[in-house]
């Protein structure tokens, strides 16, 4: 099991930019790929950004594809999530996931219009 802890969420006006961070302990050693999600208020979640172990492999969501960077730093175990140009459309909880289907407890973005 993967223990992810999220950070970096916050109140953004609409244009700024964010930096979320997951950090991973436990048996981290089959957690990738890794993925973010997010779950806007009333909705489903939905996913936004995946990366491999390597890093060499991302994919991204269509509504999110040229705004958010994903990357990972796997000798500090840390996934990060840079989200640029942001809208209040991004407003959500934003999670980590493990590919062992471990979930960290979210972080909340809210980006005014």
């Known amino acids: 099991q993967v223990q992810l802890t999220e950070s970096g969420g916050g109140l953004v006006q609409a244009g700024g930019s964010l930096m979320l961070s997951c950090v991973a302990s436990?048996?981290?050693?089959?957690?990738?790929?890794m993925r973010w999600f997010r779950q806007a208020p009333g909705k489903n979640y939905e996913f936004v950004a995946a990366?491999?172990?390597?890093?060499?492999?991302?994919t991204y969501a269509v509504s999110v594809k040229g705004r958010f960077t994903i990357s990972r730093d796997r000798a500090k175990n840390t996934l990060t999530l840079q989200m640029n140009n942001l809208k209040p459309e991004d407003t959500a909880v934003y999670y980590c996931?493990?590919?062992?289907?471990?979930w960290g407890q979210g972080t909340q973005v809210t980006v005014s219009s």
């Open positions: 990366i491999s172990e390597s890093g060499d492999s991302t």
């Open positions: 996931n493990s590919d062992q289907n471990d």
């Open positions: 436990g048996r981290t050693e089959n957690m990738f790929p």
